[in-house]
């Protein structure tokens, strides 16, 4: 399977930048991984979507190309105030046909209790709004807990494993019917 990690924020001493980093280790130690972090790339608002771009933006174009080749994306974000960061948005917009049928995961990030649900409800409005397909999911709550540079929780790192076990089952299932 390849996977696109995507890194959905670029807030300066975010705690997704972890997540994303320990979720795609871990994917990595199975499968083929790429990851997209926002931050490390320079992302415009969008004008209009790539397909009718005169002078497309060089990292756009390099998201496509990442998404085209990907079995599965894994989009690792946090909530911002009820919602998802507008960079990931943003680039979530600028590609339509490129997703088709494209299944979609999603790591949400929270410092509270609820694991980001609310961001979670919304990837999942948009992703369908995309053509893609809405499989699992893996809620990170109290992630200052559970998540540093260094190091993941035993908690989480079940959680991890059991999330890979379900993207995997996912996968099998549905892309038999793509
Ligand atoms: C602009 C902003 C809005 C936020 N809104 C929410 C929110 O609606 N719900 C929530 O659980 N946490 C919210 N948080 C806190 C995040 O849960 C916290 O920053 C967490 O570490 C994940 O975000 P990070 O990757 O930017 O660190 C917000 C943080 C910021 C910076």
């Known amino acids: ?23 795609a280790e871990f994917f990595s130690e199975h499968h083929e991984v790429e990851v997209f972090d926002l ?3 320079d992302i415009p608002h969008m004008e209009e979507r790539l397909s009718n771009a005169e002078n497309p933006p060089e990292d756009v174009e390099k998201f496509s190309e990442l998404v085209e080749e990907s079995d599965v ?11 998802i960061p507008g960079p990931l948005k943003n680039i979530l917009d600028y590609l339509y046909p490129e997703y ?6 999603y790591v949400t990030v929270s410092r509270g209790g609820f694991g980001g649900l609310r961001a ?12 893609g397909l809405t499989g699992p999911s893996m809620p990170v709550s109290n992630v200052d807990e559970h998540f540093d540079q260094d ?10 494993e059991r999330f890979l076990d379900q993207v995997e089952d996912y996968h099998s299932k549905f892309s038999q019917t793509i």
């Open 100 to 105: 088709k049928d494209r299944i979609f995961t």
């Open 39 to 41: 931050k490390q790339r």
């Open 73 to 83: 994306i894994t989009i690792v974000s946090p909530e911002y105030n009820h919602s």
């Open 120 to 131: 979670l409800s919304h990837l999942h409005d948009i992703t369908i709004a995309l053509g």
């Open 1 to 23: 399977m390849k996977i696109l990690v995507i890194t959905g924020t670029v807030r300066k001493g975010r705690n997704t930048g972890h997540v994303a980093e320990k979720v």
């Open 151 to 160: 190091s993941v929780s035993e908690e989480y790192q079940a959680k991890m």
